[in-house]
């Protein structure tokens, strides 16, 4: 059973990825939720421009909602498994892993109850987190969009106001995402910037005339201070569960790896197995959260996109694709961390950023 808070499933979104990201024994079940895919994409900064030639796809709310309601059907498939129950624009009370409540109806008992509902990025500790916000349009843009695979990372040699981007998702001949991006202290973004961003690209394209499809926005926390110990009594899975890359804000790759461990294990295991695997996985979740700390809390804001140029110019395909994926290694992060810093640095200030009494209120 599927118990939704809102009056639909899956929002509005667009989740996108690294094909590296899928693992090979999971591609039978997630491939058929793909929407688009590239055979690479571009990254341009001040000074570099690179094709990365990772495989990049993407899945759509509107491609999951219409995979999550088609299980609600009984199957007829080899395995004859039930149809899931949906409920939306329910209320759900965790009781413990085991019951739960909905609304005001009778407690359910089941094998697990999996918490997904995410976490406020308020409950992080004061000052131990920053933020990745956007602010996306998708368009039919009225003739043909100039690109045919993504930017996903177009930067500006001004960064007066921070780290700032914009992604570009050509889904077709004239069909296009494009979207803002903002690594900041404060959540939230600056809509006429983001309009500044998205027009300049449209001018760019040739485009004077297009039609909006939808709007998408968003705040991804990228935390970097320690998490209290989570409740062991109730399963969470996604943000709550740490089951996100906290350095990219790409949700995909432990989304999948979590899914599958629980679909794989018997309802009585489900608790332990995936407490072990966020053990085995706990030095990538913290070496995450300190490339946080060191973005946030020892690079000025103005110099923050040096840290990403160097990153893909320094490099392989190979690292890439083990980072994004959440399967780096020890030599990886040292490549990663290693090298010439950026020239503007606030070495009291990630001093403090270790000291909860002291981060809320750095300069």
Not at 263 to 285: F, H, I, M, N, T
């Amino acid at each position: 059973m599927l118990v939704e808070r809102s009056d639909d499933l899956c929002g509005n979104h667009t989740w996108s990825f690294h094909q590296t990201d899928v693992p090979e024994h999971a591609r039978f079940w997630f491939d058929p939720l793909v929407t688009s895919r590239w055979s690479g994409y571009r990254v341009t900064f001040p000074g570099l421009s690179r094709r990365v030639a990772i495989p990049y796809a993407t899945i759509s709310s509107a491609g999951l909602r219409a995979a999550t309601w088609g299980r609600t059907m009984p199957s007829s498939g080899p395995h004859g498994s039930r149809p899931l129950v949906v409920l939306t624009g329910t209320r759900c009370d965790i009781l413990s892993t085991s019951r739960l409540r909905c609304g005001d109806q009778p407690e359910i008992e089941c094998g697990v109850v999996i918490d997904c509902r995410g976490r406020a990025a308020s409950a992080e500790p004061s000052g131990g987190v920053g933020y990745q916000s956007f602010i996306g349009h998708e368009y039919r843009t009225g003739r043909r969009w100039p690109a045919t695979e993504p930017t996903v990372m177009h930067v500006r040699e001004d960064q007066s106001g921070g780290f700032e981007f914009l992604y570009e998702l050509p889904f077709g001949d004239d069909h296009v995402l494009l979207e803002y991006t903002r690594f900041h202290e404060e959540p939230g973004c600056d809509a006429a910037r983001a309009e500044e961003f998205i027009s300049a690209r449209l001018a760019e394209a040739g485009v004077s005339s297009m039609e909006l499809i939808r709007t998408e926005r968003g705040c991804l926390p990228m935390p970097y201070a320690t998490r209290p110990r989570q409740d062991r009594s109730v399963l969470a899975g996604g943000y709550a569960g740490g089951w996100y890359h906290a350095a990219t804000g790409y949700s995909m790759p432990l989304a999948i790896r979590f899914a599958d461990l629980v679909a794989r294990s018997r309802p009585d295991r489900v608790v332990g197995e995936v407490q072990k695997a966020a053990a085995r996985d706990a030095l990538r979740r913290g070496f995450a959260r300190f490339l946080n700390r060191l973005l946030f809390c020892l690079v000025m804001p103005d110099d923050r996109w040096k840290v990403f140029r160097r990153f893909y110019r320094v490099l392989p395909e190979d690292r890439i694709a083990r980072f994004y994926g959440h399967r780096f290694n020890a030599v990886d992060a040292a490549r990663i961390i290693l090298g010439r810093p950026p020239t503007k640095l606030a070495p009291l200030r990630f001093a403090r950023s270790f000291f909860p009494l002291s981060s809320a209120g750095f300069t």
